[in-house]
């Protein structure tokens, strides 16, 4: 399955709205709230050139095996996920980042509920 980032776009949360939070010091973590039994998101930069989304996960939840037209960089906020690239496992906690490539099967799962900032850059294929 083909990831399509545009899928992603969702209401605001209440409280500020995208724009409101340029030239602002933002807690990323604190701009996604858990929801129990699911998986939430928050879109926070939506342009041509790319996205950026935040994503909160209860225990248990994640993103079946997929890919992606761009490269997306993954920064775990808060919490443990494992994730599997291409047939690969790691562990990932808050602070670390990973970069799934273009076009390569990826997944992720909830060890712990767990937050993470997803950022896709697009880009014309040559």
Known sequence: MEFDPDTLKKEDRP???REELRGMVLSLKDLVDYQEGTVASRMIVNTKAGSITLFSFDENEGLSEHTAPFDAVVTILDGECEVWVQGETYQMKEGDTIIF?????HALSAITRFKMSLTMIREKES
């Open 15 to 17: 409280g500020k709205k």
């Open 101 to 105: 490539p273009a076009h390569i099967p």
